[in-house]
């Protein structure tokens, strides 16, 4: 079977782009490591971007690149650090890539999706085994449940996995995604792989049994929005949880929503985007009427646990490539204790497998249906991963 190798160079030079390239470059040796195919997979921090350095390491390396920026990533090379910029190169003599951006989604996200994935479908000979997809987060827009919907439909079925840019302080500032060494706040990219792979895939979300709320009853709502829960003003029902200060809504990001919509998919997590000045909460993902609701918690020993549970799964079978995207929620957290689930992966995996891991604020990732095959799932507050 033919086999994918991941080489990584990484830089904590945001403010010297020919440092960036330089240390990057020697660090991947492509003289000695590139094979036939190859893609690059970049995440940054914003620094990155805002300096030139991204673009430049971008055009010196020769093959497209795609990725996204985060405030927060690592990589098998153990640096765990938030000022740092990591290219991972997936290269094969025979396994093929080809990637696409899509047009801007501020009008028509589902369009757009299905002109990407053709157009970048077309590039290849045979239909791909496995999607990457780096997907923008437009506020106030399920974008990345809308996207994946659309990947899944399109594509009758290809495996994605991705996420969604998490450039986030106490508020999501720039994310931005990808695509040679440009970046776009409302477009996606794409990395279609053809051949002999065997793509392996985790989902760690929020646990049901840590639901600590009786479900509740989605009374009036309008696509993501929840405008009614109960028969009463969603706000007004978040206050009688002690879930609000002053008409605000505390922890906006860390509060798991458990959301039962009974179209035949188990219940799924979704976090609050945010609230609206008329008291509705902005959800990640559509919640009809009638669907039920539980609010559930997460606590560090739950995130690391997860990795753990992950981490001893890749260990045993040592695939030649393992990604790991993990919610930004899940850092928020772990507090000032912010570097503690990248640094659970480092020591639990240590050289022994090529990864990268990064913070996202959307996790995109398939599950397996019924019918036994691949349905693409868009996840809040999970920890995602694929190996091959």
Not at 25 to 35: H, S
Not at 112 to 136: C, D, W
Not at 247 to 255: E, K
Not at 348 to 355: A, K, M
Request: glycine content about 8%; charged content about 20%.
């Amino acid at each position: 079977m033919s086999k994918v190798r991941m080489l990584i160079g990484h830089t904590l030079e945001p403010d010297d782009a020919e440092r960036s390239v330089k240390e990057i470059l020697g660090q991947l040796d492509l003289g000695r490591n590139q094979l036939r195919h190859s893609v690059g997979i970049v995440h940054c921090h914003q620094a990155f971007v805002e300096s030139g350095a991204l673009r430049a390491v971008c055009n010196r390396l020769p093959f497209p690149v795609v990725g996204y920026n985060t405030f927060l990533h690592s990589s098998s090379l153990g640096l765990v650090d938030h000022m740092a910029m990591t290219a991972a190169v997936l290269t094969s003599d025979t396994v093929k890539f080809a990637t696409g951006l899509s047009a801007p989604m501020t009008r028509d996200i589902r369009r757009s999706t299905s002109s990407m994935y053709v157009e970048t479908e077309n590039l290849l000979k045979a239909r791909p085994a496995l999607g990457l997809v780096f997907a923008p987060a437009i506020p106030g827009v399920a974008s990345g449940e809308i996207m994946t919907e659309a990947l899944d439909e399109i594509s009758d079925g290809v495996p994605f996995f991705g996420g969604q840019p998490a450039d986030f302080t106490t508020y999501m500032r720039s994310p931005r995604v990808i695509h040679n060494g440009e970046t776009y706040a409302d477009r996606a990219a794409t990395v279609l792989i053809e051949g002999e792979i065997r793509p392996r895939f985790n989902v760690y979300p929020v646990a049901a049994q840590r639901r600590i709320r009786q479900i509740a009853i989605v009374t009036e709502s309008d696509e993501n929005i929840v405008k009614q829960i109960n028969g009463m003003p969603a706000l007004e029902f978040m206050e009688q949880l002690g879930l609000c200060f002053e008409g605000q809504l505390t922890g906006t990001h860390t509060i798991p929503l458990f959301v039962n919509r009974y179209d035949g998919a188990p219940p799924i997590v979704r976090a609050i985007l945010a609230q609206t000045p008329e008291g509705w909460l902005v959800l990640c993902g559509r919640v009809p009427v009638d669907s039920t609701l539980g609010i559930g918690a997460m606590d560090q020993e739950h995130i690391l646990n997860g990795v753990k549970r992950i981490t001893s799964l890749t260990r045993a079978s040592l695939p030649d490539v393992f990604i790991l995207y993990s919610c930004l929620s899940r850092n928020i957290v772990l507090g000032f204790n912010y570097t503690l689930e990248a640094e659970s992966v480092r020591e639990e995996l240590g050289n022994r497998v090529p990864y990268v891991f990064a913070y996202a604020s959307g996790e995109i990732c398939p599950l397996p249906s019924k019918e036994g095959r691949w349905r693409n799932g868009f996840h809040n507050m999970s920890l995602v991963t694929v190996n091959f």
